[in-house]
Nanobody, 126 residues
Framework: QVQLVESGGGLVQAGDSLRLSCAASGRTFSSYAMGWFRQAPGKEREFVAAISWSGINTYYADSVKGRFTISRDNAKNTVYLQMNSLKPEDTAVYYC???????????????????WGQGTQVTVSS
């Protein structure tokens, strides 16, 4: 069982930066690939970024590539999403997910994740 708690969301202006954190409970955090997804009002949840258990592999949605960076600190049981050059279209609730696997895979589909956090709101004003 893994519990995930996101933090770091807020209201910012276009062009600003935010860093989201996702803290995981349990002692097997390093056995999980992690990912960030987001859901805007009236839209389906969409993939944002993913990272393998070791951090060696990462993958980004085209809409955030070059602006967002996913990273993890297995000693702190935490995954991060550094978001730079934020745009109004980045406004959404951001969720982190954990997918158990022992390979250095990344996952981009929500159904591939076993656990989810409660989400943190990011609002970007123009």
């Amino acid at each position: 069982q893994v519990q995930l708690v996101e933090s770091g969301g807020g209201l910012v202006q276009a062009g600003d930066s935010l860093r989201l954190s996702c803290a995981a409970s349990g002692r097997t955090f390093s056995s999980y690939a992690m990912g960030w997804f987001r859901q805007a009002p009236g839209k389906e949840r969409e993939f944002v970024a993913a990272i393998s258990w070791s951090g060696i592999n990462t993958y980004y949605a085209d809409s955030v590539k070059g602006r967002f960076t996913i990273s993890r600190d297995n000693a702190k049981n935490t995954v991060y999403l550094q978001m730079n050059s934020l745009k109004p279209e980045d406004t959404a609730v951001y969720y982190c997910g954990a997918s158990y696997n022992s390979f250095n895979y990344v996952y981009i589909r929500g159904e591939q994740y076993d656990y989810w956090g409660q989400g943190t709101q990011v609002t970007v004003s123009s």
